[in-house]
Structure formats: C-alpha cells, structure tokens
C-alpha cells in the first residue's frame, strides 16, 4: 500500500469534502481517501492507494469534482 497527501485548495465545506473524497476515491486502486478541511485555505487530502498516483491523475478528479486545484508550492 501507498499513502500520499496533496495541498487541496478550494473547498470551503462538507460538501466539497463529499465530492473530491468521491472523486478521488473513484480513481483505479485508490482504497481509502482522508480529507483535513481547512476552509478558505490549503485542505489535506491523504490517498491510500495500491500504486502512487501522479499529480496528474489527482488533479483530474479534483477538475470532476468541482473547482478544486492541487496547491503549488
């Protein structure tokens, strides 16, 4: 198992954290997705998956799930 976390921002509420988890999750050998709200700022987002995920990947089921962007540092 893979754990990785990615700088979320965008999301304000329960609902934004509903839909990126979903999203995120729907990904191939995503198991378990943990989000750390921080409304109006940079949201955690910890993906437990079978193979590492590229930032490419996650940045696509951030697009589907709303308007949501990994941070950049």
Do not use: W
Request: with cysteine.
């Amino acid at each position: 198992m893979n754990t990785q976390t990615f700088a979320v921002t965008g999301m304000t509420c329960g609902h934004c954290v509903n839909a990126v988890t979903s999203e995120v999750k729907a990904l191939p050998g995503v198991s378990d997705v943990n989000v750390r709200l921080v409304p109006d700022g940079s949201s955690t987002v910890t993906v437990t998956s079978t193979e590492p995920l590229s930032d490419e990947q996650v940045s696509a089921a951030l697009d589907e799930a709303g308007d949501y962007h990994l941070a950049r540092s």
